[in-house]
């Protein structure tokens, strides 16, 4: 198992995953801990939902059928300001050309960005996905972050036992197709999707990693 720190350089986004599910112990002995993470007052405002097997596969399908059908994503909420600020726009734009150039795909392969855009809805062939939301009538800026400690608890725990994860925008970007594949989701404002697995060791994907910035570019010390 890896320690806190190892597990916060390990982590990545993993686009490839086996299909061998984690063993449903070994979820549990995870999520029980990411529920540890901090809120304010400890109101716990998070709802985590886990989709897999058979639930998982349709799920996916009608996902994959909205999108092929050309379905526009509708989200419950927008994740980034429009337009981004111009440093924000060019590490974007950046991580993009970037992927694309790894998976040897050109800018006028348009076949290739749509079926790179489809993976997104397939879940990465993940055997597992938590959905994160919180209670739609609650939502605040605060609330979010609050859930956020949870995401990222999920991501490391997952690292530090060596399994791999992909928090997703997108997954919960059909919240209605969404909704209706959950039980007790009723009144539930999504915020992300986190697909996961074992990493597939001969997908070349997996090991694309963008650069992060010089420390001195982002951590200011005072005093």
Known sequence: MLSALASM?????????????????TIHRLVEAAG?????????????????????????????????AGEKPRPAYRYS???????????????GIGIFKHKGITRDDTAG?????????????????FFLG?????FGHGTFLDCGFVLDNLMLGLASLGYGSCPQYSAVSYPDILA???????????????????PKAAASVNA????????ETWFHVVG
Not at 114 to 122: G, Q, T, W
Not at 180 to 198: K, S, V, Y
């Open 9 to 25: 350089h390990a982590r990545r986004s993993i686009r490839a995953f086996e299909s061998a599910p984690v063993p449903a112990d």
């Open 180 to 198: 209706r594949h959950l039980p007790n989701a009723a009144d539930t404002l999504f915020i992300a999707g986190l697909a996961f697995g074992t």
């Open 81 to 95: 300001p429009d337009p981004l600020p111009p440093l924000w726009q060019a590490r974007a734009k950046e991580v």
């Open 36 to 68: 540890r993470a901090p809120s304010s007052k400890n109101t716990q405002p998070w709802r985590l939902f886990l989709v897999q097997g058979p639930a998982l596969d349709a799920l996916r399908n009608d996902y994959l059928a909205a999108f092929d």
């Open 208 to 215: 694309f990693q963008p650069d992060r910035l010089p420390l």
């Open 134 to 138: 919180t209670d739609a009538s609650a």
């Open 113 to 129: 960005r749509r079926a790179h855009d489809r993976e997104n809805f397939k879940f990465f062939d993940a055997p597992h996905v």
